[in-house]
Structure formats: C-alpha cells, structure tokens
C-alpha cells in the first residue's frame, strides 16, 4: 500500500482503525465489520500510532 501502514496479513490501513475509533466504533464492532481481524488487531494498531505520536513533537492548536 505504498509505504502506508496496515495490519498485519491485511491491506487494511491502520489509519482506517484509528478514524473508527475516533467514531465512536468499538473493537467489537469493528471486529464484526472486518472479519479477517481480530480485537488484538485493533489493540496493536492503537499502540502502533500512540508510539509513533510519542516519538513525535507536534504542535498544538490553540484558540478557535
């Protein structure tokens, strides 16, 4: 997928993991939508992008 991180045996990008779970979507639902994966898929792909914001400075917005 171009260098774009996916789950692993999968092309699902870990992206379309994180924006689930920023909708409200549980590892079970996503799990029942995605059925080549499994809860621990959700669980690494969360940690994945909490370690790769952890090694990054990123600048906060603030004000509207």
Request: proline share 8%.
């Amino acid at each position: 997928m171009g260098g774009v991180p996916c789950i692993v045996a999968t092309r699902l990008p870990v992206a379309t993991i994180v924006s689930l779970v920023a909708e409200g979507a549980t590892p079970t639902d996503i799990v029942a939508n995605y059925p080549q994966l499994v809860a621990d898929d959700v669980r690494c792909a969360l940690e994945y992008v909490a370690a790769t914001v952890r090694e990054r400075e990123l600048p906060l917005r603030t004000g509207a």
